[in-house]
């Protein structure tokens, strides 16, 4: 039953990511995951990252590129959602985005959202400077 409460949640979040960043990155346009798959296996066939990253990176729960509004710039931004958040969703969330920025040649911005987090988990994001967005209610 967790498993389904966590997945809801999961699918939640990604149906809301444009409410989430509409302020902040305009044009957001989602990647879906047969675009994701193509995108790693060109980089990986360039040589930019490898098997075991592409592997690892592929398990975003949402991708998406835009402009930054207040600076124009393209942007990625690499999603992942979990209603506990620990210091080791930060570390995995953070790399997933540093191999999604290799493929693309763009900044990728690390994002995950929570219902609650341990404080190690935000203390760790603030030192990756990494957005942890607290949402307060699954429904």
Same mark, same amino acid.
């Given at each position: 039953? /967790?498993?389904?409460?966590?997945?809801?949640?999961?699918?939640?979040? &990604?149906?809301?990511?444009?409410?989430?960043? *509409?302020?902040?990155?305009?044009?957001?346009?989602?990647?879906?995951?047969?675009?994701?798959?193509?995108? #790693?296996?060109?980089? #990986?066939?360039?040589?930019?990252?490898?098997?075991?990253e592409r592997e690892f990176a592929i398990k975003l729960g949402f991708a998406g590129k835009g402009r930054l509004r207040?600076?124009?710039?393209?942007?990625?931004? /690499?999603?992942?959602?979990?209603?506990? #958040?620990?210091?080791?969703?930060?570390?995995?969330?953070?790399? &997933?985005?540093?191999?999604?920025? &290799?493929?693309?040649?763009?900044?990728?911005?690390?994002?995950?959202?929570?219902?609650?987090?341990?404080?190690?988990?935000?203390?760790?994001? *603030?030192?990756?400077?990494? #957005? /942890?967005?607290?949402?307060?209610?699954?429904?």
């Amino acid at each position: 039953m /967790a498993r389904l409460r966590g997945d809801n949640f999961k699918r939640k979040i &990604r149906e809301k990511t444009l409410a989430f960043f *509409g302020k902040a990155i305009k044009k957001l346009i989602p990647i879906d995951n047969y675009a994701l798959a193509d995108i #790693l296996d060109d980089a #990986l066939e360039k040589g930019l990252i490898s098997d075991q990253e592409r592997e690892f990176a592929i398990k975003l729960g949402f991708a998406g590129k835009g402009r930054l509004r207040d600076k124009n710039a393209y942007v990625y931004i /690499a999603l992942g959602a979990t209603l506990s #958040l620990y210091s080791e969703d930060v570390e995995k969330a953070f790399k &997933r985005a540093e191999i999604l920025s &290799r493929a693309v040649y763009t900044e990728t911005i690390p994002v995950v959202v929570y219902l609650i987090a341990a404080e190690e988990a935000l203390k760790r994001a *603030g030192v990756l400077r990494f #957005l /942890a967005v607290k949402t307060i209610a699954e429904d």
